[in-house]
């Protein structure tokens, strides 16, 4: 049997470790080349002894040097920074690269990956978000898989699945509303970070959890998804539906819908994209539709949860603004988690960005960086 070797970026974040769970439970299917984090030099190093991958990138110089002691004479290899992340995106044997990295970081690897014709699990939103227009052509020239890892663009690919010949009325992106759902603007005004950590359905980063409390992150779905499917924005409707059951759906022209349904655990599209196109059994809860009794479904307001409305005005615009959008976001969720800031100040913080901003037409890698950098000068 052959044995897909994966290289995995963002090695010891939520999505990365439950990778290795996945790799875990099919060992004799899956083994890991390569593996790249920031700077959780302890967990790195356990990860690395596990699954003996033939070389390991840290982010930070630093935590290199540590965890190059740690590992001195395993043989493997430790390097970092931008030059490391692309070396272990393109590590020689690698048959797909799960790439799981936090922010714009994660584009420039993911170019190299193609280019050296890996297939990519995608989990980093920033990457079609801000260079989608270089991304998806690039993977159909190299004849590269993208497979999305994102529970809701999973739903939607598999939803697509022997149907890619008829035409899509729309997409219905869901999104579970977050632990602030239904509130109003006055309400979200004095929410602390614990609040906004507290998700009613997923255990993940701090960081998208707070980008799902403000819907910045169904924001930054939509526009991966017209990217991924090759939809306008104005096709894709967010859905909000509280018990994350359906994932999300896709409608066709003669108003048939299919949609993906299971339990909100993300091993499901991780397996999925690695095994595309068999399915395997998984471990873990089942979905029984007799114990979840009734699903809803609701409108978002996008009056009080500004991240979804200012992210379609970032797409429409297109261009450059996607990259201010996300990198006005990183740097306002930050502050928030530091306490610099309060929850609303999220959206202020967006919003200057973008109207002080002068958009770019099919930005360059280092201009969409150059954007990026500016909005971190600039605010």
Not at 196 to 203: G, V
Request: a negative charge; charged letters at 25%.
């Amino acid at each position: 049997m052959e044995v897909k070797k994966i290289a995995l970026l963002g090695s010891t974040g939520s999505i990365g470790t439950q990778t290795l769970e996945v790799v875990d439970s099919y060992s004799d299917r899956l083994s890991v080349v390569s593996l790249a984090a920031g700077t959780n030099v302890k967990l790195m190093e356990q990860q690395a002894l596990k699954y003996k991958p033939t070389v390991v990138c840290m982010w930070s110089e630093e935590a290199a040097l540590d965890l190059k002691q740690r590992l001195s004479g395993t043989g493997i290899k430790v390097v970092s920074g931008m030059e490391g992340l692309i070396e272990a995106a393109t590590v020689a044997g690698a048959d797909i690269v799960l790439t799981a990295v936090v922010g714009m970081i994660g584009i420039r690897p993911t170019i190299a990956a193609i280019e050296a014709g890996k297939d990519i699990a995608l989990a980093n939103k920033e990457t079609l978000v801000c260079a989608g227009h270089i991304i998806m052509p690039l993977a159909r020239e190299k004849g590269v898989k993208i497979l999305p890892v994102d529970s809701e663009h999973s739903a939607i690919f598999q939803s697509l699945n022997g149907e890619r010949e008829n035409r899509i009325a729309k997409i219905l992106l869901t999104a579970s509303g977050g632990p602030f759902r239904g509130m109003t603007t006055e309400q979200l005004r004095g929410k602390t970070v614990e609040d906004a950590l507290k998700h009613p359905n997923w255990s993940m980063g701090r960081k998208i959890t707070v980008d799902s409390a403000s819907l910045v992150n169904k924001g930054l779905e939509v526009m991966e998804a017209s990217w991924l499917f090759g939809v306008p924005t104005s096709k894709i409707e967010v859905v909000v539906h509280p018990q994350s059951i359906l994932h999300s759906a896709v409608e066709y022209e003669d108003g048939a819908v299919i949609g993906q349904m299971g339990t909100p655990d993300m091993k499901l599209p991780i397996q999925y994209a690695l095994f595309y196109p068999e399915r395997l059994p998984m471990s873990g809860k089942k979905l029984d539709l007799f114990s979840v009794a009734d699903m809803s479904f609701e409108k978002p307001d996008p009056d009080v949860f500004r991240g979804l409305s200012l992210a379609l005005r970032a797409a429409d615009e297109g261009g450059s603004m996607p990259t201010v959008f996300n990198a006005a976001n990183e740097l306002a969720v930050a502050r928030f988690l530091d306490r610099k800031i309060g929850f609303l100040e999220i959206y202020e913080i967006i919003e200057k960005a973008m109207n002080e901003h002068k958009v770019i037409q099919a930005p360059t890698v280092d201009q969409i960086l150059d954007a990026e950098r500016e909005v971190y000068e600039g605010c």
